[in-house]
């Protein structure tokens, strides 16, 4: 917890960094900054799970979605078996978010369904580094979801905390972050506390800030509670 809050960080990259291309490391490096998320690799370039998990500790983070990737043509391949070592070290900490490409996998909805086997709790489509389209036929079926439902919610990975009201000024802030579900695309930030603490400075109301920081992530997921 962070200063008395349930912290989930829903967006998180752990890659073995030989599968990774040299722009990933560049922008772990340019946004992190001083930040330590070197200190959990081994010098093979492979998460050391005890590690990762001491950090994610010392920053007061309850749950950690990690995200895996299939994208050659961006970051390059990072399965999400790649993932499992830290699942296994502590479950309870760590869950796993699937991550599926057209012109990868064939058909899709049969990975989607040997990841969520594997324990995937979440599903992330990422067309722009897939270079797929969204409308892809090979996609109905999260189309069809996110279609049939009205509960769309927003990672806020990414986006500076401080930011936020500028981004959304034309919205009912404390009403837009009731959809929010925090998150820092880990290891691309200077610290996760200091993000949490940044966000609990913006004024939202206590049950909405809580939200923000686990309950929305929990709603979403009831597993991660």
Not at 122 to 130: E, Y
Not at 152 to 181: M, S, T
Not at 209 to 217: E, F, K, P, Y
Request: hydrophobic share 45%.
């Amino acid at each position: 917890m962070i200063d008395g809050y349930f912290v989930v960080d829903a967006h998180v990259h752990t890659p073995r960094l030989p599968t990774l291309k040299p722009a990933w490391l560049q922008w772990a490096h340019d946004f992190a900054g001083a930040y330590p998320w070197r200190s959990v690799y081994s010098a093979d370039g492979a998460v050391i799970p005890p590690a990762m998990d001491e950090l994610m500790e010392s920053e007061g983070v309850d749950r950690v979605l990690l995200f895996c990737e299939y994208s050659p043509r961006a970051t390059g391949i990072q399965p999400i078996e790649d993932n499992l070592p830290l699942v296994e070290h502590n479950p309870a900490r760590f869950r796993l978010v699937a991550n599926v490409n057209p012109y990868v996998h064939h058909p899709a909805a049969a990975e989607v369904a040997r990841q969520l086997d594997r324990g995937a709790v979440a599903l992330k489509i990422h067309p722009v580094h897939g270079a797929f389209s969204p409308a892809d036929k090979e996609l109905y079926v999260a189309a069809f979801l996110a279609l049939a439902r009205e509960n769309v919610w927003l990672d806020l990975a990414g986006l500076p905390p401080k930011k936020l009201p500028e981004y959304y000024q034309r919205f009912d802030l404390d009403r837009l972050a009731g959809k929010f579900v925090f998150g820092t695309d880990w290891p691309g930030v200077p610290s996760v506390a200091a993000n949490v603490r940044t966000l609990a400075g913006l004024g939202l109301p206590e049950d909405v800030l809580s939200g923000v920081l686990g309950g929305n992530a929990v709603k979403l997921m009831p597993g991660l509670a």
